[in-house]
């Protein structure tokens, strides 16, 4: 499956990939709502094959993602508190 805007979901292991393309700010899509359902429903197949074990696998990672939730997160500048809603040092969080 092409993946020219390169936003969205994608699973890759081995021989095993697949791609869910989210053209609106990789978010959301402007496809057809089955088209959407049947591949994301494909990338999760192929997640459970590779062996996860959570329900809803990339649902989890984009909250994950969320600096917001939970309190503190860890994100690639640094520590973030989500009450002040800025990065902290790790040493100063009490």
Known sequence: MPFANRRGLALAWGNMSGALPL???G???DADSFHVAAGY???QRLAKE?????TA????????ALLVIPQLKMSDH?????QTFKLIDV???K
């Open 27 to 29: 978010l959301m899509s």
């Open 23 to 25: 053209a609106i700010a």
């Open 91 to 93: 040493f100063e969080f």
């Open 41 to 43: 429903s494909r990338l």
């Open 57 to 64: 696998p990339f649902i989890t990672l984009s909250f994950m």
């Open 50 to 54: 590779l062996g996860s074990p959570m």
């Open 78 to 82: 640094g520590l973030f508190d989500a």
